[in-house]
T-cell receptor
Framework: KAGVTQTPRYLIKTRGQQVTLSCSPISGHRSVSWYQQTPGQGLQFLFEYFSETQRNKGNFPGRFSGRQFSNSRSEMNVSTLELGDSALYLC????????????FGPGTRLTVL | GIQVEQSPPDLILQEGANSTLRCNFSDSVNNLQWFHQNPWGQLINLFYIPSGTKQNGRLSATTVATERYSLLYISSSQTTDSGVYFCAVETSGSRLTFGEGTQLTVNP
């Protein structure tokens, strides 16, 4: 089975712009979660989707949003980018909610200038 | 929220040495996973271990849920074992709370 894929792998944006990141889970997995990793804050949970519904949300401003499609693929969007949004964004997939190992994709490295 | 503490924060070993990494958590958890983050940033799943002991080659892990800790053992370390090791606990749905990691350096 193919692993979790994320696109794009690298992205450079300027302040004020918006960005959309994509995540394709492992075939058959229905749960997708997103995490942000920065040197200062470590790995932090953004949100989790299951069956096209957001099930859980971390402590991030409303500029961070996401969605899940019927094929379980997920996108996250960050609007009005700030310098502090520069980070590695990781997506994880699992079979269901809280019942299985989570597998991570390679990440999207976002740089905001 | 739940607190996850990993120790030591940094560890330097000579190739062939053994090591133990520890993860303490402050509350009951549904599950616990250990990950290795490679130099390119990807998190590689090592163990899914809510309780008990598991082994995979030179790596093994033990979680004592009643005492709220987990240990990751690395035996006969190799330079390719270098990287950051994370412990993550699951408390709600699939939401993982990560520790700050242990930076392992294995010198030849």
């Amino acid at each position: 089975k193919a692993g979790v894929t994320q696109t794009p792998r690298y992205l450079i944006k300027t302040r004020g712009q918006q960005v959309t990141l994509s995540c394709s889970p492992i075939s058959g997995h229905r749960s997708v979660s997103w995490y942000q990793q920065t040197p200062g804050q470590g790995l932090q949970f953004l949100f989790e989707y299951f069956s096209e519904t957001q099930r859980n949300k971390g402590n991030f401003p409303g500029r961070f949003s996401g969605r899940q499609f019927s094929n379980s693929r997920s996108e996250m969007n960050v609007s009005t980018l700030e310098l502090g949004d520069s980070a590695l964004y990781l997506c994880a997939s699992s079979l269901g909610l809280g019942i299985d190992t989570q597998y991570f994709g390679p990440g999207t490295r976002l740089t905001v200038l | 929220g739940i607190q996850v503490e990993q120790s030591p924060p940094d560890l330097i070993l000579q190739e062939g040495a053994n090591s133990t990494l520890r993860c303490n958590f402050s509350d009951s958890v549904n599950n616990l996973q250990w990950f290795h983050q490679n130099p390119w940033g990807q998190l590689i799943n090592l163990f899914y271990i809510p309780s008990g002991t598991k082994q995979n080659g030179r790596l093994s892990a033990t979680t004592v849920a009643t005492e709220r800790y987990s240990l990751l053992y690395i035996s006969s370390s190799q330079t390719t074992d270098s990287g950051v090791y994370f412990c993550a606990v699951e408390t709600s749905g699939s939401r993982l709370t990560f520790g700050e990691g242990t930076q392992l350096t294995v010198n030849p």
